[in-house]
Nanobody
Framework: QVHLVESGGGLVQAGGSLRLSCAAS????????IGWFRQAPGKEREFVAA????????YYADPVKGRFTISRDNAKNTVNLQMNSLKPEDTAVYYC???????????????WGQGTQVTVSS
C-alpha cells in the first residue's frame, strides 16, 4: 500500500509557473511508475505525464509537451511536476498516482492522491 499526497497547487496568472510535488509513504515507492493526471470541472480525468520507476523515461500528453517536466527523487520518495507557461486551460485538480508500469491509462494506476487545485487566471 502506497499513500500519496500532492502539494504545490495554487492560483497563478497565465504564463506563470508552479511546481507540484507528490510525496509517497507506506510502501516501496521506487517500485512504481508515477503518473500525473488532471480533472477540470465537468470533464473526465485526463493524463498529463508519467515517469518510470527509475526516472530515466518520461511520457507527456501533447497539450503539456515542452511546458511541463516530470522528475523523481527516489531517495526522498517524491515526484515533481514543474509546470511552466501555464494557460487558463491548465486549470484543474491535479492528481498523482502509482502504477506497476508507465502508462497513460488511469485504470492501470492502483494508488491515488487526493489532488491539489491549480487555477490559472487569464
Amino acid at each position: 500500500q502506497v499513500h500519496l499526497v500532492e502539494s504545490g497547487g495554487g492560483l497563478v496568472q497565465a504564463g506563470g509557473s508552479l511546481r507540484l510535488s507528490c510525496a509517497a509513504s507506506g510502501g516501496t515507492f521506487r517500485r512504481y511508475a508515477i503518473g500525473w493526471f488532471r480533472q477540470a470541472p465537468g470533464k473526465e480525468r485526463e493524463f498529463v505525464a508519467a515517469i518510470n520507476w527509475i526516472g530515466d523515461s518520461t511520457y507527456y500528453a501533447d497539450p503539456v509537451k515542452g511546458r511541463f517536466t516530470i522528475s523523481r527523487d527516489n531517495a526522498k520518495n517524491t515526484v515533481n511536476l514543474q509546470m511552466n507557461s501555464l494557460k487558463p486551460e491548465d486549470t484543474a485538480v491535479y492528481y498523482c498516482a502509482a502504477s506497476n508500469f508507465m502508462t497513460r491509462v488511469p485504470t492501470e494506476y492502483m494508488y491515488w492522491g487526493q489532488g491539489t487545485q491549480v487555477t490559472v487566471s487569464s
